[in-house]
C-alpha cells in the first residue's frame, strides 16, 4: 500500500505546480472564445471548470487539459445569433439553443465511445499529424496577435508607440524567464514563475498595461468574478421541445461532435508521444460526451481538449489526473475568491507563455525532412496546416486523410502484375501480384487476352488479395467473358473469406473456385488475411 501511495503522489508537487499555470492560462482563452462564440465571459469559463474537471478524472489521457476552445467557438457564433432571431428582441433565445445543442453535442461523442469510433484516429497518418501540430501553433500565434490591440473610442486598433514597446518588453521578459529557468533548475514551474515576476513588475511599478480584467471589461464583460454554475431549467421552458428544434439544432451538434473529437483525440496522440505513454481513445471520448452533456445542463459552452494548454501542462512536468483535476478547481478559486487578483495579472504574462507554447507545438523537425519524405506526403503536410489556418480543424484532418487515402490507393493501383506461363497440359496460367481492388481493377482487366487464351485457364491469386465489392464484381465479369467464349477457367489460392462471398453473391462460381489446396505457403496467408 505504501508503495502504490508512493507511486501515486511522486509527481504531486509538479502537478499541482503545473496545474496552477494551465489555470491562469485558461482564464483569457476562455473569455476570449466565449466573446467569439457571443455569449458572456463566465458561460466560457464555466465550461472550461467543468469540462476540464470531468475529463480530468474520467478521461483517457492523464495530463491532458480540456476546456472551451476556438475551434467550437467560430462554428457557435452563428448557432447563437440564429438562436436570438427565433426569439424576441432581448429574449437571448440563442443562448439557451447553446446550451440543448451542447447537450445533444455530448450524447453524439458519448455514442461514438460506446461503439468504439475512437479507435479510428489511428488511421490518420502522420504527415496529417505534423500538418495538425503545425496548422495548430500558427492559429494559436495568430489568435495572440489580437492582445496586441487596445480599445481607442470604443474600437480596437493596434498598439503603437511607448504601449507596444512596454507590451513587446514584457513578453520578451516571460519568454525569457521560461527559456532560461531551466537550465538553472528544471524543477522550478517556468511558467508560473515568469507569470508572478511579470505580474509583480507591473504592479509594483504601476505600470499602465493590458490586465485580465481590461481585456473583460473592453469585451463588454462585466468582470471575472461569479458563482457557483447553476441547472439551467430555463432550457426546457424557453426553447420548445420538438422536431423543429432537433432539425435546427442537430447540424450544429453534429458538427460540434465531431471537431472536438477530432481535437481531443488528435491532442490525445500528441500527448502520448510527448510522454511515451498511451491513453484510451474510446474513454476519452465517453468522457468528452459526459464532459458536454453536465456543462450544456449547468450553462457552459462546450468544449473538448486545448493543445496549447496541454503542451503547458507537459512541459510544466503535470503527468497525472491531479495536474488536470488542480487547475479546473483553481479556475473555479479564482471565479469565486480571487477574481481581484487574476484581473490584475498582465495579458502580455500571458502572451508570452502562449508565444513559448507556439515554439514548443510547432514540429520544426518538418523542415528538415521536406526534401526526404515523397511529395505527397509534403503536399498533405502543407495542405493540412493551411486548411487548419483558413477553415478549422476537422475540415483540415478529413481532408489531409482523403488525400493519404487516394494516394495510396493510386499507388497500390499500379502494384498489380500478371506473371504468366503455360502448363505442360497447355492451361495458361495467371499469377497476380498485388491488391485487387477499385483502382487496380482496369490495370488487372488488361492483364488478360480472352481470346486468345488456351481452352483451360488459371487464376493464382497466392500473392494477391481481393479486397472489395468493385475487386469481386471484376472477377464475376472476367469469369463470365471467359464462359462466354467456351472456355474453363478456374481460380486458386483465393482467401476463405473470400470464397465465402463470392459464393455467396453467386453460388455457381463454386465450381470456379479450387479449394483443395496443398500448397502449404497458402495456408499461411490464409491465416494472416483472415
Given at each position: 500500500?505504501?508503495?502504490?501511495?508512493?507511486?501515486?503522489?511522486?509527481?504531486?508537487?509538479n502537478?499541482?505546480l503545473s496545474?496552477?499555470?494551465?489555470?491562469?492560462?485558461?482564464?483569457?482563452?476562455a473569455v476570449?472564445?466565449a466573446?467569439?462564440?457571443?455569449v458572456?465571459?463566465?458561460v466560457g469559463?464555466?465550461?472550461?471548470?467543468?469540462?476540464?474537471?470531468?475529463?480530468?478524472?474520467f478521461?483517457?489521457r492523464?495530463?491532458?487539459?480540456?476546456?472551451?476552445?476556438?475551434?467550437?467557438?467560430?462554428?457557435?457564433?452563428?448557432?447563437?445569433?440564429e438562436?436570438?432571431?427565433?426569439?424576441?428582441?432581448?429574449?437571448?433565445?440563442?443562448l439557451?439553443?447553446?446550451f440543448?445543442?451542447?447537450?445533444l453535442?455530448?450524447?453524439?461523442?458519448?455514442?461514438?465511445g460506446?461503439?468504439?469510433?475512437?479507435?479510428?484516429?489511428?488511421?490518420i497518418?502522420?504527415?496529417?499529424m505534423?500538418?495538425?501540430?503545425?496548422?495548430?501553433?500558427?492559429?494559436?500565434?495568430?489568435?495572440?496577435?489580437?492582445?496586441f490591440?487596445?480599445?481607442v473610442?470604443?474600437?480596437?486598433v493596434w498598439?503603437?508607440?511607448?504601449?507596444?514597446?512596454v507590451?513587446?518588453?514584457?513578453?520578451?521578459?516571460?519568454?525569457?524567464?521560461?527559456?532560461?529557468?531551466?537550465k538553472?533548475?528544471?524543477?522550478?514551474?517556468e511558467?508560473?514563475i515568469?507569470?508572478?515576476?511579470?505580474s509583480?513588475?507591473?504592479?509594483?511599478?504601476?505600470?499602465?498595461v493590458?490586465?485580465?480584467?481590461?481585456?473583460?471589461?473592453?469585451g463588454?464583460?462585466?468582470?471575472?468574478?461569479?458563482?457557483?454554475p447553476?441547472?439551467?431549467?430555463e432550457?426546457?421552458?424557453?426553447i420548445p421541445?420538438?422536431?423543429?428544434?432537433?432539425?435546427f439544432?442537430?447540424p450544429?451538434?453534429?458538427i460540434?461532435a465531431a471537431?472536438?473529437?477530432?481535437?481531443?483525440?488528435m491532442?490525445?496522440?500528441?500527448?502520448?508521444?510527448l510522454t511515451?505513454t498511451?491513453?484510451?481513445?474510446?474513454?476519452?471520448?465517453?468522457?468528452?460526451?459526459g464532459?458536454?452533456?453536465?456543462?450544456?445542463?449547468?450553462?457552459?459552452?462546450?468544449?473538448c481538449?486545448?493543445?496549447?494548454?496541454?503542451i503547458?501542462?507537459?512541459?510544466?512536468?503535470?503527468?497525472?489526473?491531479?495536474?488536470g483535476i488542480?487547475?479546473a478547481?483553481?479556475?473555479l478559486?479564482f471565479?469565486?475568491?480571487?477574481s481581484?487578483?487574476?484581473?490584475?495579472?498582465p495579458?502580455?504574462?500571458?502572451?508570452?507563455?502562449m508565444?513559448?507554447?507556439v515554439?514548443?507545438?510547432?514540429?520544426?523537425s518538418?523542415f528538415?525532412?521536406?526534401?526526404?519524405i515523397?511529395?505527397?506526403d509534403?503536399?498533405?503536410l502543407?495542405?493540412?496546416?493551411?486548411?487548419t489556418?483558413?477553415f478549422d480543424?476537422?475540415?483540415?484532418?478529413?481532408?489531409?486523410v482523403?488525400?493519404?487515402?487516394?494516394?495510396?490507393?493510386?499507388?497500390?493501383?499500379?502494384?498489380?502484375?500478371a506473371k504468366?506461363?503455360?502448363?505442360?497440359?497447355?492451361?495458361k496460367?495467371?499469377?497476380?501480384?498485388?491488391?485487387?481492388?477499385?483502382?487496380?481493377?482496369?490495370?488487372?482487366?488488361?492483364?488478360?487476352d480472352?481470346?486468345?487464351?488456351p481452352?483451360?485457364?488459371?487464376?493464382?491469386?497466392?500473392e494477391?488479395?481481393v479486397s472489395?465489392?468493385?475487386?469481386?464484381?471484376?472477377?464475376f465479369?472476367?469469369i463470365?467473358k471467359?464462359?462466354?467464349?467456351?472456355?474453363?477457367v478456374?481460380?486458386k489460392?483465393?482467401?476463405?473469406?473470400?470464397?465465402r462471398?463470392?459464393?455467396?453473391?453467386?453460388?455457381r462460381?463454386?465450381?470456379?473456385?479450387?479449394e483443395?489446396v496443398?500448397?502449404p505457403r497458402?495456408?499461411?496467408m490464409?491465416?494472416v488475411?483472415?
Open positions: 500500500m505504501t508503495d502504490f501511495i508512493r507511486k501515486r503522489t511522486a509527481n504531486a508537487k502537478d499541482v496545474g496552477l499555470t494551465v489555470a491562469l492560462a485558461l482564464v483569457p482563452e476570449a472564445f466573446f467569439v462564440a457571443g458572456d465571459p463566465l469559463l464555466y465550461a472550461a471548470f467543468m469540462i476540464g474537471l470531468i475529463t480530468a478524472v478521461g483517457g492523464p495530463g491532458m487539459i480540456s476546456g472551451a476552445t476556438g475551434a467550437l467557438a467560430v462554428v457557435m457564433v452563428s448557432l447563437v445569433a438562436g436570438n432571431a427565433l426569439g424576441a428582441e432581448g429574449e437571448n433565445l440563442g439557451y439553443y447553446l440543448a445543442t451542447v447537450i453535442m455530448g450524447a453524439i461523442q458519448m455514442l461514438a460506446v461503439f468504439k469510433l475512437g479507435k479510428f484516429v489511428r488511421l497518418p502522420h504527415p496529417v505534423m500538418g495538425f501540430v503545425n496548422g495548430l501553433a500558427i492559429v494559436i500565434f495568430l489568435s495572440q496577435l489580437g492582445m490591440k487596445q480599445v473610442n470604443g474600437e480596437k498598439m503603437h508607440g511607448t504601449e507596444l514597446w507590451m513587446m518588453a514584457l513578453v520578451t521578459l516571460t519568454m525569457g524567464i521560461m527559456f532560461g529557468l531551466p538553472l533548475n528544471k524543477k522550478l514551474p511558467a508560473l515568469a507569470i508572478v515576476a511579470v509583480a513588475i507591473v504592479i509594483l511599478g504601476g505600470l499602465e493590458a490586465t485580465v480584467g481590461s481585456f473583460i471589461r473592453d463588454g464583460g462585466e468582470g471575472l468574478k461569479g458563482g457557483l447553476t441547472f439551467q431549467s432550457i426546457f421552458s424557453k421541445l420538438n422536431l423543429e428544434t432537433f432539425k439544432i442537430f450544429y451538434a453534429l460540434l471537431i472536438g473529437l477530432i481535437e481531443s483525440l491532442t490525445l496522440n500528441l500527448v502520448d508521444e511515451e498511451r491513453g484510451s481513445s474510446n474513454r476519452e471520448c465517453l468522457a468528452q460526451g464532459a458536454n452533456i453536465v456543462t450544456g445542463l449547468f450553462g457552459g459552452m462546450g468544449g481538449a486545448m493543445i496549447g494548454q496541454s503547458i501542462n507537459i512541459k510544466g512536468g503535470g503527468r497525472g489526473r491531479l495536474s488542480v487547475a478547481l483553481a479556475l478559486a471565479i469565486l475568491f480571487a481581484g487578483l487574476i484581473e490584475q495579472v495579458i502580455a504574462a500571458l502572451v508570452g507563455v508565444f513559448m507554447v515554439i514548443g507545438t510547432f514540429a520544426w518538418s528538415r525532412i521536406l526534401n526526404k515523397p511529395v505527397s509534403v503536399i498533405v502543407v495542405a493540412v496546416s493551411a486548411l489556418v483558413i480543424l476537422a475540415i483540415a484532418v478529413i481532408a489531409g482523403i488525400i493519404s487515402a487516394l494516394v495510396f490507393s493510386w499507388e497500390n493501383a499500379k502494384r498489380i502484375r504468366k506461363y503455360i502448363k505442360d497440359d497447355g492451361t496460367v495467371y499469377e497476380i501480384w498485388g491488391p485487387l481492388f477499385f483502382g487496380s481493377i482496369q490495370a488487372f482487366n488488361g492483364k488478360f480472352v481470346k486468345n487464351d481452352q483451360n485457364v488459371e487464376i493464382d491469386f497466392m494477391s488479395r472489395d465489392h468493385s475487386a469481386l464484381e471484376a472477377l465479369n472476367l463470365g471467359y464462359e462466354e467464349a467456351g472456355k474453363e478456374k481460380i489460392h483465393l482467401s476463405p473469406a473470400c470464397q462471398l463470392m459464393i455467396k453473391a453467386s453460388p462460381l463454386a465450381g470456379v473456385i479450387e483443395a496443398d500448397d497458402y495456408h499461411v490464409a491465416k488475411m483472415d
